[in-house]
């Protein structure tokens, strides 16, 4: 069984940092691309960034280019997102997302883990 | 960026009718389109890819259609579990974007 498991939310003031963790298991992971999501209270779904199995390849939303870094442990199964200069905008429920296939072309996402909760303020 | 433009944002619908929601890109995405549905406190779920491809497991109540910049995701008898939040999303290339999402609630 497919399981996501987010770690790392709370509360940080702005300009401050922090580190979001998704432990994966149920499936190979360093032969999936992975992603972050993101929603901010009763808004919609924010995609922020992604990463390839291998971690060679990363992406990201514009409105985190610069602060935000995404990495991979595939020895620990293992998804983070480095989160630095942390504004009261980047407040949301934090989701780490499995692409639907392994070819890397098709970034949709079949399983996605409970998320946790960013809240910035001071 | 593509932009998604998904309409209604909300509508109110009984037990047994259609449902039609739009999502129009704004340039050409070929077939590279996706439908979730999120529930409150819920993650989303997938429902159809590749614009009209049903994920599995989904009912086939739900379908899609459309290419290039207009697609359609229609429930063709809502449930009552099928009271939730859909967004559309494009994956013809980075930054992914979604829709902002269409609130389907009981009328």
């Known amino acids: 069984e497919v399981q996501l498991v987010e770690s790392g939310g709370g509360l940080v003031q702005p300009g401050g940092s922090l580190r979001l963790s998704c432990a994966a298991s149920?499936?190979?992971?360093?032969?999936?691309?992975m992603s972050w999501v993101r929603q901010a209270p009763g808004k919609g779904l924010e995609w922020v960034s992604a990463?390839?199995?291998?971690?060679?390849?990363?992406y990201y939303a514009d409105s985190v280019k610069g602060r935000f870094t995404i990495s991979r442990d595939n020895s620990k199964n293992t998804l983070y997102l480095q989160m630095n200069s942390l504004r009261a905008e980047d407040t949301a429920v934090y989701y780490c997302?499995?692409?639907?296939?392994?070819?890397?072309?098709?970034?949709?996402?079949?399983?996605w883990g409970q998320g946790t909760l960013v809240t910035v303020s001071s | 960026a593509i932009q998604l433009t998904q309409s209604p944002s909300s509508l109110s619908a009984s037990v047994g009718d259609r449902v039609t929601i739009t999502c129009r890109a704004s340039q050409g995405i070929s077939s590279a389109l996706a439908w979730y549905q999120q529930k409150p406190g819920k993650a989303p779920k997938l429902l159809i890819y590749d614009a009209s491809s049903l994920e599995s497991g989904v009912p086939s109540r739900f379908s899609g259609s459309g290419s290039g910049t207009d697609f359609t995701l229609t429930i063709s008898s809502l449930q009552p579990e099928d009271f939730a939040t859909y967004y559309c999303q494009q994956f013809n290339n980075y930054p992914l974007t979604f829709g902002g999402g269409t609130k389907v609630e009981i009328k």
């Open positions: 990463i390839s199995g291998s971690g060679g390849s990363t």
């Open positions: 997302a499995k692409d639907y296939d392994s070819s890397g072309y098709q970034p949709i996402f079949d399983y």
């Open positions: 149920g499936f190979t992971f360093s032969s999936y691309a």
